[in-house]
C-alpha cells in the first residue's frame, strides 16, 4: 500500500482537498476503512484526537469522516458507507472542530515550554480530546506558579509570536535543543514557538500565537509524584468563563449579595445547615428510642420489621437497625423507599444470635433482592409493589 500523502503538513489551514480512493474495507467493529492517496485529515495520534468531516461525492451526497487513524504511514478514514476504489471524492474537515485542537495544542506547547524552562520538568503525559486537555509534568508545581505559568503562557498569546513547523535534516537537528515525550527515529517534525519552546510534534499548530486567545488552567492535582494540569483554549476557555460567569450570577441572585461575598453567604449556610442536621440528628434519636421502647412494651416478638414511608440515610438506617436489636433478641430489620424504586432493607441478628445471611439468601431466592453482609447484618436493595407480602413473608419465615 502506497502511504498517503499528508496534506496537513503542507498546509495546517487546508480544510478542503480532492483525492482517490485507494482501498475500502469493511472493520471487524462495524463500517468501513477508507484509504485515500491524499488526505487533509490529522489522524488521531501524539494524544490528540483526529479530524472528522464529510466526504462529498461526485453526485452531490456526503458521507461522515467519524474518525481517522494512521499505521505505518498508511491513514484510514472511518466512515459508515463503503466507497469504491477508484472513486474520487472531496474532503471537507470540520474546521471547527479541527481549528480549536490546534489552538488547544500550540497553547499547551507554550505552556509546558515554560514548565521546562522554569522548572527543568518534562512533559511525561499529553490527552487532547474534544472535552478535554491534560498534561502531565514530572515534578511538583505550586498552586501559586500554576497561576504565575498560566499569565506568562498568555502574555506569550497576547504577543501573537510565530510558531514555525518543520522537518530539519539530520544535521540540522544535531543542533537543535528539543523537547520530546520520548525517543524519535526517521524524520523529525519541529514546532518552534519562537521565545517559548521548541518541540517535536506531529499535529497541526496555529500560525501565529495570537490565534489561541486565552489560556485557562482548569485543574491542577497531584499525579505521580509530579502535576495533572487541566487547560482550556480559545473558545473552549471563553465557554468554560462564561459557564463561571453565569453561575456565578445565578448565585448572587440566589444569595442577594454581591459576587465578591458568596464565599461568605456560602460558608454561612453550610454552618447553618450543619447545625440544623445536628439538631434533627438528636431530634430522631429520641423518637427513635421512644419508639422502640413502645415497641418492646407492645410485642411479645422476638425480631421486628419496620418500613418507613420516606428515604432514609445510610447511617439512619443503620442507628435504626441498631436500636431494634437492642431490644428484640430475633432478626430484625428496617426498609425504606429507594431512589428510582423499590426499598433498601438492613436485616440484623439480636442477641441470640441468629444468621442474618441465611435469611437474605431466601430474600434473593423468594423476591430477587440484591445485597450483601455478615451474619450479624445484611443490607441490600429488592425491587416490588408490595411491600407487605415482604414482610409478612419476613415474620412468618424460620431461619
Known amino acids: 500500500m502506497v502511504k ?30 477508507v484509504i485515500l ?7 488521531e495520534q501524539g494524544g490528540q484526537s483526529s479530524d ?39 474532503g471537507i474537515i470540520d474546521w471547527e472542530h479541527r481549528f480549536s ?40 508545581i ?33 543542533d537543535i535543543d528539543y523537547r520530546s515525550k520520548k525517543e524519535l527515529s526517521g524524520q523529525i517534525r519541529i514546532v518552534t514557538v519562537e521565545g517559548y519552546d521548541v518541540c517535536a510534534c506531529c499535529a497541526p499548530h496555529v500560525l501565529r500565537t495570537g490565534e489561541i486567545g486565552l489560556l485557562k488552567v482548569v485543574g491542577c492535582q497531584n499525579y505521580k509524584g509530579g502535576v495533572r494540569v487541566s487547560i482550556l483554549c480559545g473558545k473552549r476557555a471563553l465557554d ?76 439512619d438506617m443503620r442507628k435504626t437497625a441498631n436500636a431494634i436489636t437492642e431490644r428484640f433478641p430475633g432478626l430484625s430489620g428496617v426498609f425504606a423507599p429507594a431512589e428510582g424504586g423499590g426499598y433498601r432493607y438492613i436485616l440484623a441478628s439480636g442477641s441470640a444470635g441468629l444468621n442474618a445471611k441465611d435469611l437474605q439468601q431466601r430474600l434473593f431466592e423468594t423476591f430477587g433482592a440484591k445485597g450483601g453482609g455478615s451474619p450479624q447484618m445484611v443490607q441490600g436493595s429488592i425491587s416490588c409493589d408490595n411491600i407487605s407480602e415482604v414482610i409478612k413473608w419476613l415474620e412468618e419465615a424460620k431461619v
Request: overall charge negative; proline content about 2%; some cysteine.
Open 4 to 33: 498517503t500523502r499528508e496534506i496537513y503538513y503542507e498546509d495546517a489551514y487546508i480544510s478542503e482537498f480532492d483525492a482517490t480512493v485507494l482501498e475500502c474495507t469493511r472493520r471487524d467493529k462495524g463500517g468501513f476503512s
Open 37 to 43: 492517496d491524499a488526505t487533509a485529515f490529522f489522524p
Open 52 to 90: 472528522i468531516g464529510v466526504f462529498r461525492m461526485e453526485d452531490g451526497s456526503q458521507i461522515p469522516v467519524s474518525h481517522t487513524s494512521i499505521r505505518d504511514g498508511v491513514i484510514s478514514h472511518i466512515t459508515d458507507e463503503g466507497i469504491e476504489p477508484g472513486s474520487a471524492v472531496h
Open 101 to 140: 485542537n490546534m489552538q488547544q495544542h500550540t497553547g499547551e506547547h507554550i505552556f509546558s515550554g515554560i514548565v521546562n524552562s522554569r522548572f527543568g520538568y518534562d512533559n511525561v503525559g499529553f490527552h487532547l480530546s474534544d472535552s478535554e486537555v491534560t498534561m502531565d509534568y514530572s515534578g511538583p
Open 142 to 174: 505550586s498552586d501559586e506558579d500554576i497561576s504565575r505559568i498560566e499569565l506568562a503562557t498568555n502574555e506569550a498569546i497576547w504577543q501573537n509570536v510565530a510558531v514555525r513547523c518543520e522537518f530539519p535534516t539530520d544535521e540540522e537537528l544535531k
Open 240 to 315: 468554560y468563563l462564561s459557564g463561571c460567569q453565569k453561575l456565578v450570577s445565578d448565585l448572587t441572585g440566589f444569595f442577594t449579595t454581591k459576587s465578591s461575598k458568596i464565599m461568605d453567604a456560602v460558608t454561612r449556610q453550610k454552618d447553618e445547615i450543619f447545625e440544623l442536621k445536628g439538631r434533627l440528628s438528636e431530634s430522631t434519636d429520641k423518637l427513635l428510642k421512644y419508639e422502640m421502647e413502645d415497641l418492646a412494651a407492645s410485642s411479645e416478638k422476638d425480631g421486628v420489621f419496620l418500613v418507613r414511608d420516606h428515604a432514609l440515610e445510610g447511617n
